[in-house]
């Protein structure tokens, strides 16, 4: 999951995939044994922060995971096209997630890498999230920070906030608003709502709504609808 970057204006997030809901909280399992898990998600776009990584395309993710006790490990694979032959990108994180006082909280860093870019785009970020049950809800929110930008000397910070809610058996709904500074300027504003359901704990179908507010890739930060399939183990 990341920002979208050109060369003119370097602005774009999933985590995920900000996973299918726009509301994902990563939680390691506490246990005494690590435990694994793997994704496949076949999507009709890649959608970072609003903005679009594989020209309006579909797109496939491939994630795993790796968990022990309170910390965990993911890596993640995804196709993506910025139009100047970078082809696929690359998504390493480490972490620390726990329930504390009935608030999930995720502490970690994640590092976007990127093959065949023809400059130097990789990126580190901070993130910190939290989510809590109110009711039928879940309440969340995120803050993610780098001070190097997608190929630039720029410090950038993304904020966010979530909720969930069930509408119906094995069907959710959420709703997600961020926005996307940045020290250089081409700040933004994002924000998505849409329903997941699952068939079974392998496999979930998610329609999503994505639009944003003051970015100026209009062809690729404009309103898109993304259906997409998640495929666990």
């Not at 985590?15 to 399992?29: E, F, K, S």
């Not at 990584?53 to 694979?77: C, H, I, K």
């Not at 924000?191 to 699952?198: I, Q, T, V």
Request: aromatic share 12%; with cysteine.
């Amino acid at each position: 999951m990341k920002t979208r970057v050109n060369k003119k204006n370097k602005s774009i997030t999933l985590g995920i995939l900000l996973a299918l809901t726009g509301a994902t909280v990563a939680r390691a399992d506490e246990t005494t044994s690590p435990q694994y898990a793997f994704d496949l998600t076949p999507s009709s776009d890649y959608i970072f922060r609003g903005v679009s990584q594989t020209e309006n395309d579909p797109a496939l993710f491939a994630w795993s995971r790796v968990s022990y006790d309170d910390f965990y490990a993911t890596l993640g694979a995804e196709n993506v096209d910025f139009n100047n032959g970078t082809s696929a990108e690359y998504d390493v994180s480490v972490g620390w997630s726990k329930v504390l006082a009935g608030y999930t909280v995720d502490l970690g860093v994640i590092r976007y890498g990127y093959v065949a870019a023809p400059s130097r785009i990789d990126t580190v970020e901070l993130r910190a999230i939290v989510s809590h049950p109110l009711g039928p809800l879940t309440l969340g929110g995120a803050l993610y920070h780098t001070s190097n930008y997608f190929g630039s000397n720029d410090s950038a910070t993304y904020v966010e906030g979530n909720v969930a809610f069930p509408i119906a058996k094995a069907l959710s709904g959420s709703i997600a608003y961020g926005r996307q500074t940045v020290s250089g300027g081409d700040d933004y504003s994002t924000w998505n709502a849409g329903a997941s359901y699952a068939f079974n704990r392998h496999c979930a179908l998610d329609l999503r709504y994505y639009d944003t507010v003051g970015h100026a890739a209009s062809n690729l930060a404009g309103n898109h609808i993304v259906a997409s399939v998640r495929l666990s183990m």
